[in-house]
């Protein structure tokens, strides 16, 4: 079973390489990666991939930009295993990675997401604990486990404890909801909700085996700053009470409407831009 590990580009070339290299140095050797170039202005990233010589490795361009939103869409779409991995172009996978997703996988047949354990780290490469993924280690599951229906709703909505680009996605499923359009914070939460409501499930494995760089220069928290990540976020989580209210979800709905974890990061990092306008 092959599997896709579908990369978006467009940032730090040094942390592209590093998360390229991370996937070369997999114990798992059965995969194929697609590097989707959302127009980066600089060609050393394509020249570097050439010059690495793998046959495994596949590089697109896109002939316009198409944002976060459709190049993750781009990506869905070049995905031809049965499971695939949209990782970010600054993460890091553990070189026992792929061998553990797939692992939990193949004992876990029925699943469509498949969340391992994750470390958070910094510019630098250096483990980090910020508030809100502490926030993210308590509301997640205490011990391995398999959730679906309405407890794994509501559980995502009291706060999103999943990393993205650390997912491992079944294809077929994932194509018949697709990344919904107008998002581009919520756009991970907003399809783990879409499967859910499909019947879907997902299996949780609290071992570490991927690295999530958490930077000021990411698109959730530049958005953070000015507000629109907060904006989309709201609109989001109202539609989805309403949605739940409606499919008979009782504890889910009231969870997207309270949206509590939501709400907090909103308040501290307003306090955090207030005090920053004090400070200048």
Known sequence: MTIDVMMPFYGDVGHFKQAVISVVDQTDVDWRMVVVDDCYPDPEPADWLTALDDP????????????????????????????????????????????????????????????????????????????????????????????????????????????????????????????????????????????????????YDPTVVFAYRRHSGSVSSVQAVDGRRFDEENRFFAEQATRLRELGWPKAARAAKIHATSRLNQLTQRASAAASKIRR
Not at 127 to 133: A, E, F, I, Q
Request: with cysteine.
């Open 56 to 203: 495994r490795i596949v590089y697109r361009r896109n002939t316009v930009n198409l944002g976060v939103n459709g190049n993750f869409r781009r990506c869905v779409d070049l995905a031809d295993a049965d499971y695939f991995v949209v990782m970010g172009c600054d993460d890091v996978m553990a070189p026992d990675y792929l061998a553990t997703v797939r692992r939990l996988a193949h004992v876990n047949p029925d699943a469509v997401v498949i969340q391992p354990g994750v470390e958070v780290i910094d510019d630098a490469g250096r483990p980090v604990s910020p508030l809100g993924d502490r926030i993210k280690k308590r509301l997640a599951p205490a011990h391995a486990t398999v959730l679906s229906g309405e407890p794994l709703a509501a559980s995502l909505f009291h706060g999103n404890w999943t990393y993205f680009p650390a997912l491992l996605w079944r294809t077929a499923e994932v194509r018949d909801v697709g990344f919904r359009t107008g998002f581009d914070v919520v756009l991970d939460l907003a399809l783990l909700i879409d499967l859910t409501v499909a019947g879907g499930a997902l299996v």
